[in-house]
């Protein structure tokens, strides 16, 4: 862009410092220029790149970069022109239409002050007049995730307190006025001028703060916190760690911001010296080892009223724990001897436990030993009775069965015997009937070939048909008849004696036929 500087022209008002704009075709037309009011001096206006017919006699140029603001800036603006600021006002006000700054005599025309701006310009390139402003890049305010941003404002105008009777802490007013805001900034990021607005950023998710010297939170809250030293009902000194966790909510952030100013006021002048007094108060009215012992309660006690002293701050305790609790070297010395001693004793009391136990187990051990035998013992009486018992039942039961076994048999040979009788006498009766019968139909056959035959014939018939049916010889096989000599006795006793003979033949060829067989059975054996 290109400064313009007239070397020739009417006076500049008193005061000003550039030259008001006047029609002259972009300082082509000289004339125009010393005709219109054109004023010596910096001229407020500039321009543009390009190629221009400048008269440079009248006038003198000079080359300058635009403003260039790049991403996550925002450029504050210095007036160099314009009226004087009000009394107490540390920035101009507000101006409309001026293109940001960029169109300055529109800025002068509405009634632009000089100095320090509200309104700032954003990311871009802008034409500004470095004679008529400067440009101050700054970053943009970034309200990270789980806080808010608790918007203090300088400038605006006098603002009417919202925050009610009860808080009498300063004030807190709308949106635009000056004091502490009472809507607080969400998360994001925000173009903001920070010479005219202060942002307190306020944790909304639980923040702990460490009394300890070894330990600090990202937060840095805790930095200038330590541990704390504390005296005991009887005179001991000893240090004591301690963790609060506080809650702030963020429609309780504003009131916060305007009662202490900052977190960091809220630690140093409400939470170290409660916190702190709080456990030096309750150390005092115990001893060391009496607050070792209450630990748990001392710890529930103290979040009760610390929690009740907070609430007044419109600060929420979450939790108060106690950590490390380090009492005097040589009163852990005492204590150690003393309870090393007292758990001698009572190692000594288990020992001595342990022996009369011993002692039991062995004579339980001994009577365990003989209650073997003496079960035994009572085993086998037990069994004893058991089998005569069982020998009675079992002879009980065999002479049952016998009993029963004998009325079985006894009926059983009662129902044969009968049926035996029965079949015999039914036999009996059969038999009779069919010899009966055969006899009456032998007879009437008898009768009837009598008849037919004739008695003495068929008498004949039934000797020769017995003779027949039993073999009986009428012939014999040998006669011996003596002669008509007279010898007849002797003829016949020699007759006798061969025949005897021939039999005793016979009867020895048999009995050698009888032993050929039998030695051949058993050689064939």
């Known amino acids: 862009m290109g400064l313009v500087l007239a070397k020739d022209g009417s006076q500049l008002s008193l005061g000003a410092i550039l030259a008001r704009h006047v029609n002259c075709d972009d300082f082509q037309d000289a004339r125009a220029f010393l005709t219109n009011g054109g004023q010596r001096g910096k001229q407020i206006g500039y321009l543009n790149a390009g190629v221009y017919r400048i008269n440079t006699h009248l ?17 504050v603006i210095t007036a160099l022109d314009g009226k004087p600021l ?78 009610g009777e009860s808080f009498k802490h300063g004030n807190i007013v709308k949106k635009g006025q000056k004091g502490v805001c009472i809507t607080p900034l969400d998360p994001g990021k925000y173009a903001i001028n920070p010479y005219t607005h202060k942002i307190e950023t306020v944790p909304t998710t639980n923040l702990v703060l460490n009394w300890a010297n070894a330990r600090s939170e990202s937060h840095n809250l805790d930095k200038g916190l330590s541990t704390i030293t504390v005296r005991s009902k009887d005179g001991f000194p000893f240090n004591l760690d301690v963790s609060q966790i506080i809650h702030i909510p963020s429609t309780e952030a504003p009131k916060v911001i305007a ?41 529930n006690a103290a979040k009760a009223e610390i929690s009740k002293v907070l609430d007044e701050y419109n600060v929420h305790a979450v939790d108060t724990l106690i950590g490390d609790i380090t009492p005097p070297s040589e009163l852990m010395k005492t204590l150690t001897d003393r309870k090393i001693a007292q758990e001698e004793e009572v190692t000594f009391e288990i020992q001595r436990k342990a022996q009369d136990q011993r002692k039991s187990l062995e004579s339980a051990k001994s009577l365990a030993d003989m209650q073997g035998q003496m079960v035994h013992a009572q085993q ?29 048999d006894a009926k059983a040979r009662k129902l044969m015997a009968e049926a035996d009788a029965a079949q015999i006498r039914l036999t009996g009766t059969a038999e009779a009937e069919t010899i009966e019968a055969i006899g009456r139909s032998t007879a009437e056959a008898y009768k009837l070939q009598v008849q037919a035959m004739g008695e003495d014939n068929f008498s004949k018939f039934k000797i020769t048909e017995e003779i027949g049916k039993n073999g009986i010889k009428i012939i014999p096989e040998i006669l011996i008849s003596g002669g008509n000599d007279g010898g007849g006795a002797i003829s016949g006793l020699l007759g006798m004696e061969l025949l005897n003979q021939i039999r005793q033949r016979d009867e020895k060829v048999t009995v050698t036929a009888d032993v050929n067989n039998t030695n051949t059975s058993q050689d064939n054996q």
């Not at 006038?59 to 450029?75: R, T």
């Not at 004679?131 to 203090?152: F, L, N, R, S």
């Not at 002048?269 to 070792?292: C, H, K, M, W």
């Not at 009775?385 to 076994?405: D, I, M, N, Y």
Request: aromatic residues 6%; hydrophobic residues 40%.
């Open 59 to 75: 006038f003198d140029l000079a080359a300058a970069d635009i403003c260039s603001i790049e991403d996550g800036n925002v450029g």
């Open 86 to 163: 009000d009394q107490s006002a540390i920035a101009g006000n507000v101006i409309e239409e001026h293109n940001n700054f960029q169109d300055f005599d529109r800025f002068i025309e509405k009634g632009g002050q000089r100095g320090l701006q509200i309104q700032v310009i954003q990311a871009g390139n802008y034409s500004l007049n470095p004679w008529a402003v400067e440009v101050e890049k700054v970053p943009m305010t970034q309200i990270p995730i789980g806080h808010v941003g608790v918007i203090i404002s300088y400038v605006g105008d006098e603002g009417v307190d919202t925050s």
């Open 380 to 408: 086998s009486v037990e069994i004893s009775q058991r089998q005569a018992e069982a020998a009675v039942k079992k002879s009980e039961g065999e002479a049952k069965a016998v009993e029963l076994k004998a009325g079985a």
């Open 259 to 299: 009662r202490f100013g900052s977190m960091q006021n809220l630690v140093s002048q409400v939470l170290e010296p409660t916190i702190g007094n709080y456990f030096r108060n309750s150390a005092q009215d115990s001893d060391v080892i009496a607050f070792l012992s209450t630990r748990q309660t001392r710890q």
